[in-house]
């Protein structure tokens, strides 16, 4: 009975090996050697999307509104970030990261998950409506400034971010129609996965981490710009609560594999 008993058991992991291979495969995880940039799909409209990403990213950390408004003995440089505020900034930073690197990246641009491939397309919309807040934002600022008997206008990062935004969108608009027209393949998986024990554990931890590393990225965030500037507070939740996940997911996996060590 037992022999029958190891037999399916064995079984049963040569299948989730199968079925962990064929999902790597099916997903292109790896990248082909031989080049430094072989992760990377290159093609033309790709690389608008990147080059817009990475002038939004740059743009969320520079000023969006500057000027001059009376201070303590005179006129002074007064600037609105977007950081400050709201922390549309921050909000800009990630989604335009995100955007970029799920079009950029060989494994999220050739991945055979619909969902996966228009998540750029949604992130590119969000960017558009936080810099149409940071506008917002930006422009009470500034009139504020004038109230008080100052001057200010628009900063060079708030139309830089537009530019990149503009760009990420036209080069996800290119890509677009290969989505739209899906057409599923025979290869085309349905169900690879059977959740078991490590990857339960792993979903459990990375939850956790997520809790707690957020805390410990504000906590940290206040200690370092104090409770007014909400953009690194934010940062601060949002970096942390990644690394957490990281943090967790790999501690719940690596005591699952000390208390039943995988063949």
Request: hydrophobic letters at 50%; aromatic letters at 6%.
């Amino acid at each position: 009975m037992s022999g029958r008993y190891s037999t399916a058991m064995d079984d049963r992991r040569d299948a989730d090996r199968l079925d962990r291979e064929h999902l790597d495969e099916w997903m292109r995880w790896k990248g082909s050697p031989g080049s430094r940039f072989a992760s990377l799909l290159l093609t033309p409209a790709r690389v608008t999307v990147g080059i817009g990403s990475v002038l939004a990213v740059i743009a969320g950390f520079m000023p969006w509104a500057e000027g001059h408004a009376p201070g303590h003995t005179s006129f002074e440089y007064v600037f609105f970030s977007g950081l400050a505020g709201q922390g549309d900034g921050v909000v800009l930073i990630l989604v335009s990261m995100g955007a970029g690197m799920l079009t950029v990246h060989r494994t999220p641009a050739t991945s055979r998950v619909r969902s996966v491939r228009l998540l750029p397309a949604l992130l590119v919309l969000l960017a558009g409506l936080t810099w149409l807040n940071g506008l917002r934002g930006s422009l009470l600022e500034i009139a504020a400034w004038s109230r008080r008997g100052g001057t200010g206008g628009i900063a060079p990062g708030l139309w830089i971010a537009g530019i990149g935004i503009l760009l990420m969108a036209a080069g996800t608009a290119a890509l677009m129609p290969e989505v739209i027209r899906w057409r599923r393949r025979a290869d085309d998986p349905v169900d690879l996965g059977r959740p078991g024990l490590r990857e339960l554990a792993e979903i459990g931890g990375g939850g956790i981490g997520v809790l707690v590393g957020a805390a410990l990225g504000i906590a940290v965030g206040i200690a370092l710009t104090g409770p007014t500037l909400i953009g690194t507070i934010a940062l601060g939740a949002v970096f942390g609560g990644l690394a957490g996940a990281y943090g967790g997911a790999w501690l719940a996996r690596a005591v699952v594999d000390r208390l039943r060590p995988r063949s």
